[in-house]
């Protein structure tokens, strides 16, 4: 069925005028007549049956139509023009894979890994795209995602990754003030506001308030506080293990011993019909996983 989309030409002189407010301008910008650009919108309203602008003599105004209009076309026309410049700027021997991920797992964990990948398989482009929460796979122009283990991602192959758990870690100077863990300022994540309270039950540690402290929405936020010495941070051991190695955070109270949540790789069908570059990337970071925590539940069959 042929679609119903007015003409890119039209499109763009609509937007720059729109955007200018003026024809005239719009032409300059689109090296056109103010003719062609009148002419262009004309079109365009007689395709689309409605009014985009009044014209007051040799002004013209964008009506609540057109300005609401405006919006949908630009973001569309920006939208066109990223997706063309992502696509120029492919390789010619090469494949991409756009993998959406968690934003501390991705800077923390994954990212220092990636040049192994890039190592391995030159030829492979891995971008990475921020997504807080688990979202529908199919159509979102991704070809897989690593997030939480989650109802939402019934129906996707499901791998399991790594556990998080939880360990109490401080600047060095901090923790040589001496004192217990109770007496020194305590530094939450504001999505698990209860993690203090659940670490203190797991360790004997006895905490008079576990919910006092600044809160901050990253575990990012929490190392960097950490970091600059503002306190205690509850945050996953697998993504301070440089700092811990270098000596820049300490942690001398013991880890939490239940797991918080689980990383897992999210696929929309199984790993050996998928294409080439994904089966590659997959089987790579399972790897990668595994021997970051060889842990025997993580190895178990993929769940859709």
Same mark, same amino acid.
């Given at each position: 069925?042929?679609?119903?989309i007015p ?6 002189? @609509?937007?720059?005028?729109?955007? &200018?407010?003026? @024809?005239?301008?719009?032409?300059d ?20 049956g409605?009014?985009?602008?009044e ?8 009506l ?20 063309? +410049?992502?696509l ?9 894979? $756009?993998?959406a ?15 192994? @990948? =890039? ?7 891995? =971008?990475l795209?921020e ?11 991704f ?5 939480f283990e &989650?109802?939402a ?5 499901? &791998? ?10 401080? &600047? ?7 004192g217990s863990?109770?007496?020194?300022? #305590? ?6 506001? $209860? ?5 203190? +039950?797991?360790?004997?540690i ?8 600044? #809160? ?28 811990l ?56 069959s993929?769940?859709?």
């Amino acid at each position: 069925m042929r679609r119903k989309i007015p003409s890119p030409s039209a499109l763009l002189a @609509f937007e720059a005028a729109a955007r &200018h407010g003026s @024809f005239a301008r719009a032409a300059d910008e689109l090296a056109l007549t103010e003719g062609a650009i009148s002419r262009q919108i004309g079109r365009l309203e007689a395709f689309l049956g409605v009014m985009l602008f009044e014209r007051v003599g040799n002004r013209v105004r964008l009506l609540p139509n057109g300005a609401r209009y405006a919006v949908q076309v630009r973001e569309t026309l920006d939208r066109l023009e990223r997706d063309s +410049q992502y696509l120029m700027g492919q390789p010619r021997d090469g494949a991409s894979l $756009d993998i959406a991920t968690l934003p501390t797992f991705a800077s923390r964990w994954l990212i220092p890994r990636l040049a192994r @990948f =890039h190592a391995l398989h030159p030829n492979i482009t891995v =971008h990475l795209a921020e997504r807080m929460e688990p979202f529908v796979l199919a159509g979102s122009g991704f070809e897989a995602a690593i997030h939480f283990e &989650h109802p939402a991602w019934t129906g996707m192959r499901t &791998h399991r990754l790594l556990h998080e758990t939880l360990v109490p870690v401080c &600047h060095p100077a901090l923790a040589e003030r001496g004192g217990s863990l109770d007496e020194l300022p #305590r530094l939450h994540r504001r999505q698990n506001p $209860d993690a203090w309270q659940r670490y203190a +039950q797991e360790s004997g540690i006895e905490l008079s308030n576990p919910a006092t402290g600044a #809160r901050y929405d990253l575990h990012s936020m929490q190392i960097a506080a950490a970091l600059a010495g503002l306190g205690v941070a509850l945050v996953p051991r697998l993504y301070i293990e440089a700092e811990l190695a270098e000596g820049r955070l300490v942690a001398p109270w013991p880890d939490g011993t239940s797991v918080a949540k689980t990383f897992c790789l999210v696929l929309p069908e199984p790993i050996r019909l998928s294409d080439g570059p994904v089966q590659i990337f997959a089987d790579w970071l399972i790897r990668e996983a595994r021997s970051a925590s060889p842990s025997p539940d993580l190895t178990a069959s993929p769940r859709s």
